[in-house]
């Protein structure tokens, strides 16, 4: 059974840095996608950024762009995400993800199988 297991969240000043995880089990994740996605309240949820298991390329949202950096682990099938010079507006419930997604569709959640139960971040100005 795969798990996704998010960590990493909490309350941060604008400027701040977090760092979150997202540890995987219960399958070999070679060739798949990990994401990360985040909802606000009152919103959709939006990509934030992916990193391919195999070859590590990586894509990310315009708006984290410069700012957030996605990596892998992968003799500890974990996947991070360093968040610097967080915003208000990067308030949200973060949630990782992993499917075996085509390049074409990367930022579309609905590609991706699994999902972890999330983890909150609040940025206060």
């Known amino acids: 059974q795969v798990q996704l297991v998010e960590s990493g969240g909490g309350l941060v000043q604008a400027g701040g840095s977090l760092r979150l995880s997202c540890a995987a089990s219960?399958?070999?994740?070679?060739?798949?996608?990990m994401g990360w996605f985040r909802q606000a309240p009152g919103k959709e949820r939006e990509f934030v950024a992916a990193?391919?298991?195999?070859?590590?390329?990586?894509d990310y949202a315009d708006s984290v762009k410069d700012r957030f950096t996605i990596s892998r682990d992968s003799a500890k099938n974990t996947v991070h995400l360093q968040m610097n010079s967080l915003k208000p507006e990067d308030t949200a419930l973060y949630y990782c993800?992993?499917?075996?997604?085509?390049?074409?569709?990367?930022?579309?959640?609905?590609?991706?199988?699994?999902w972890g139960q999330g983890t909150q971040v609040t940025v206060s100005s």
């Open positions: 990193i391919r298991w195999i070859g590590g390329s990586t």
């Open positions: 993800a992993a499917g075996f997604v085509p390049i074409i569709a990367t930022t579309r959640g609905a590609k991706y199988a699994y």
């Open positions: 219960g399958r070999t994740f070679s060739g798949y996608t």
